[in-house]
């Protein structure tokens, strides 16, 4: 119990409660295969990021795969 009040209190997260961006970037994680598994990313600014950037990947595979089908 000891170590983990030492950890939460070193983090500051003892005052720490999910805000709309946390939920949407759960949410865009869960739906999306482009996304962080190994890495925690705390910072609002970097799930913004983060979800841009999966977004970008997402629509380049969806024109890639519709220009492959457009060929055929």
């Known amino acids: 119990m000891q ?3 030492a950890e ?4 500051g997260v003892e ?5 709309f961006v946390d939920y949407l970037f759960v949410a865009f994680n869960t739906s999306a295969a482009f ?10 600014w970097a799930k913004v990021l983060n ?3 999966s977004l970008i990947s997402i629509a380049i595979v969806a024109i890639l795969v519709s220009r492959a089908v457009g060929v055929l």
């Open 15 to 19: 005052t720490w409660s999910p805000r």
């Open 8 to 11: 939460r209190s070193c983090f």
């Open 3 to 5: 170590i983990e009040r």
């Open 51 to 53: 979800m841009v950037q």
């Open 35 to 44: 996304s962080p598994t190994d890495t925690p990313v705390l910072a609002t």
